[in-house]
């Protein structure tokens, strides 16, 4: 395992450089704060056992390689629904933010049990494939996230790749696959590029997941695809699954523009 993602200083957590994203090295790629939200949120007292079926993240600025702190509040309380919210700030200026429903989980089956979607094969059948050279510096996607491809490559369009994080988020702890999920959806854009990396810019300004289920285990595969307007907006989908079978689905809305 590499060195945790981030690491306490005080009331702030400090990004390590394998946080890092592709597109500014003194910049966070999403998925490292998603992670680090996710958990803030899970951390909030619940009257009992209760699962998220939608997390959002708002990434208001690039989030920088400095000391962050984080807050989370359950901002709509209740025994079998609740809204929770969590926020990153940097030197007091709100960077990321991040929404959330969770709602009880019954003790017994409620419906019956349906087919699951099955994954698109399996993790160690995949194929790592070499990095594109803005993910070659010490980054997120280059050492912090382990890819194998089932399908397409990097910049080649539609994909679909097995992830799981070679960090903990934070030291002493194993990922929730929760967080897994959520970090890793952050490279729907990335894994099924349209556009060169050498000559654009494809930056998503959100991420939204919704879970059908609770994810289970250490993989989450993308099944992804990015459509774009020529005028420079476009949408990243993917369709989320763990080693059992589909678990939710995961959207980004996008800018776009040449270098």
Not at 92 to 112: H, I, L, N, S
Not at 154 to 172: E, H, I, K, T
Not at 189 to 196: C, I, K, L, Q, W
């Amino acid at each position: 395992m590499a060195d945790p993602l981030f690491v306490p200083e005080g009331d702030a957590w400090v990004p390590d450089v394998h946080a890092r994203g592709p597109w500014d090295p003194d910049a966070l790629h999403g998925g490292a704060p998603s992670a680090l939200l996710t958990r803030a949120m899970e951390a909030l007292p619940t009257p009992g056992p209760m699962a998220f079926t939608r997390v959002t993240i708002d990434i208001l600025r690039p989030v920088p390689m400095a000391p962050l702190e984080v807050r989370a509040v359950v901002a709509r309380g209740g025994r079998r629904v609740q809204l929770v919210e969590a926020g990153l700030s940097a030197g007091g200026e709100a960077v990321c933010r991040a929404t959330a429903w969770r709602v009880r989980r019954a003790e017994e089956p409620v419906v019956d049990a349906a087919a699951i979607e099955p994954p698109p094969g399996r993790p160690e059948d995949a194929h790592p494939l070499p990095l594109p050279p803005d993910l070659s510096h010490e980054s997120f996607g280059g050492h912090a996230v382990e890819q194998r491809w089932v399908e397409g490559d990097w910049g080649r369009g539609p994909s679909v790749v097995w992830m799981r994080l070679r960090a903990p988020v934070v030291a002493g702890e194993s990922p929730s696959p929760t967080q897994l999920a959520v970090a890793v959806a952050d490279f729907g854009n990335g894994v099924s590029a349209v556009v060169p990396w050498s000559s654009h810019v494809f930056i998503n300004t959100d991420l939204t997941v919704y879970l059908e289920r609770v994810p289970e285990g250490e993989w989450v595969a993308l099944r992804a695809r990015t459509r774009l307007d020529p005028g420079g907006t476009g949408v990243a989908e993917s369709v989320l699954y763990d080693t059992r079978g589909r678990i939710g689905r995961a959207l980004q809305g996008l800018y776009v523009a040449r270098r």
